[in-house]
């Protein structure tokens, strides 16, 4: 075997490896975000059930969230931090009153619909947008009109 | 021989790189197919909650529309209910369509079909969604709240249409069934509000929400399985308290509770195992019982806090059904023929109230042993003293209907007041004594032809009342040995007096309501059964008494069913004693709205949805609530 051929070899077997390397780290870092997404989506549905059975069973609760709307994500209205294993997730609730095609609440004053919005978020940087985000959103609409966890 | 063993170690090294080569490929695309795998799952994972997020996000509108209108069933007049960037609804031919927009830009789609698809009329009673509405799913919902009685669902076909000739199964009455579809995925996310139920083009994951919804009340002070103007006493073994709702359960007084064992061995244990609230005047000072404070909450009752207000006008009456006069029904049983064989038992029927028979007839003559001259009017098969035309049952579906022992009732019923009275009495000759200390007849009764009566033997007078509203103008009074009840009210002007050793309650479902009572007087029951032979022969006994829905009284609420040793109570639902009418301001100095329970355990369960059993849902105003008492997400 020459020297060129052995030096070749060495060289095809470092870019092999460094590729795999690559791969595998990329790999590790896509299926530990797909695991902490989903670790989101179900912290977010523990949250928001929290929060919605806490409004159901309150009164004062309950006028809180049906008389104002909190739609912007710097004034929320519930915010806090929600651990799952190691991971520290932090969630922003924001809400918004349905309108009908009027501009008027839809249905009245006791029968609305309400637009609720939960952010969570992990690591440091949720400015990213895209695949490298680093927030989990789910969007769902209440009824003032339900008395159950659906 | 040295290039050839060169040659030879020159191919094994290529053999061995090229092994390493390809295992470090393979491993590259077995760690590629591995994630792409993990990524497709939790990308699948995302679609099926957002599927199921609108699905249940549909279900919550359809909560709110049936808030608005009991009567809804996807035909919104307004056709584009929402429509504002986020979220766009439309509704039309018993069709609702909702499309709602995430914030990366990715859709998900909700369809309610109320539509059979069956063609103009149908099960339905609309005709086919026009163009862009058709729905291509087997999810039928149902609004049978304008019911008592249960619906059966048309199953649907695969082309999509409902073929009510067979049953998917029962909606049951005073309940809609919601069944929404969820969808999401590439073949949502193409989907425009101008058209959001357009066919998709591209993969889509499906999701569905089914719901039975019930309307209730929405508590406004405590969410109380009974509510008093007066005392609330128990005696006898234990008294439970829970709730089917939830919430926490409690019992409201505006005056005392106490539960004491009635062999005078001091307070009775109240418990209230998920954690209550018990309010009465003076708070803890008011309430005589064993408790567990970390169970059992007592707080103060406050004047200004009112109990369930339902009032006479909002009381669904009993419909134009069947009618038949006022008075009482006595079942005598069969008396001896020439050839001293028993005869069949009679109805026998007397134009007076209830206490006058007992008066006028039971004290003075069975009571004594003789069998009145005066023995009404006998009425066997269809109580046809009403007689006149109307009043008459058809031939193929009597309302009411005696054989021998038996009274049979379906169907709404309604007491036609006479000028002598309004009640209406179902009563054995020996007429029952609701208490043990009440005397009763001897064995038997002779006539003047000296034939003798058993009067208290032959067979017991069983009542049965199937789906039915039983409405009288003055008392009711029900005493038979045997009651079988199903889905039935028995709503009265005066008092209310039950008695039976034996009752049996049926609904729709377990959890079903099946006997609601609404009276202006006072509720007394008792299931008492009396040993055969003079007053003291050891031998009375009492039966279980458990039924669920809503018992309103403006007076009070008296249940014996016997104490310690006695019989089991347990009720389910709510149940009021106001202490007057409810439309009139509250005398705090009336004596009325007491309740009074003997029963060797009772348990009360609270569950704010029997109240449509009694006040039909779009008479509970705008303020009403819709709970799942069954719910399925998948």
Sequence with gaps: ?150 | MLPHLFNQSRRRGIALLTAVMIALVMSVVARGILHLQIGLTSQQNQLEKRARLAATSGLEYAKSQLAKDTKWKGSDTRGTTVDNGRLTIKEQDGVVIGLMRFEDGGQAQFRIRFNAQDGSGGVDDLGDPSDGYFVDNLYLSMNNLGRSSEADLPRVRSNFKADPSESDGKVPGRSVLIQVEGRAGQGIDGLSPAQPNATPSGHVTQASAQAVLKAKLPETTENAVLQTAGNIDFSGGQLEVSSADTASPAIRSKKKITAQHSDSTGDAPLSMPGGGNVYCQDGALGLTALYDSNQVTVREELPNNDLLQISWDQVEKAGPGYQINAGVYVLWPGIPSASMTDGAPELHYYDMSYQEYRSNIYEPYILQGTLPPDQGVVVNTYFTNTGGEGHGPTSDAPKVRVTNNQIFISGDLTIAKTSNTGDFALIPLCDAPLSSSEPRPPLSAAAADGKTVDIQGGDPLTINIMNSKVQAQGDLVLKGAVLNVNDTTLIGEQNLILNTKSLSVTGSGSDETNLSLYFKGDVTVSTLSTASGPLGTAGDTYGDFSIAGTVYSWGDILADVGSQGGGKFEFRGTMVAYGGNPDDPRDPNSNKGGFRLLADSAKLIYDPTTVTQVVSPEDLGNSIVFTAASLWVK
Aim: aromatic fraction near 10%; hydrophobic fraction near 35%; charged fraction near 25%.
């Design chain 1, 1 to 150: 075997m020459s020297l060129p051929e052995v030096l070749l070899a060495i060289a095809l077997l470092a870019i092999t490896f460094l590729s795999l390397m690559s791969v595998l780290a990329s790999g590790l870092r896509a299926d530990k975000k797909d695991y902490v997404k989903d670790s989101a989506s179900a912290a977010a549905e523990l949250i928001l059930n929290r929060e919605l059975r806490q409004i159901r069973t309150s009164p004062a609760a309950k006028q809180a969230f049906w008389n104002s709307d909190y739609p912007d994500r710097n004034s929320p209205y519930s915010s806090g931090l929600e651990v799952a294993g190691s991971t520290e997730f932090h969630y922003d609730i924001c809400t918004r009153t349905v309108d009908d095609t009027s501009g008027s609440p839809f249905n009245g004053t006791e029968q609305r619909l309400k637009q609720v919005e939960i952010f969570v978020r992990w690591g440091g940087d949720d400015t990213r947008v895209g695949f490298g985000s680093t927030v989990y959103h789910e969007l769902r609409y209440v009824s003032e009109a339900s008395d159950d966890d659906t």
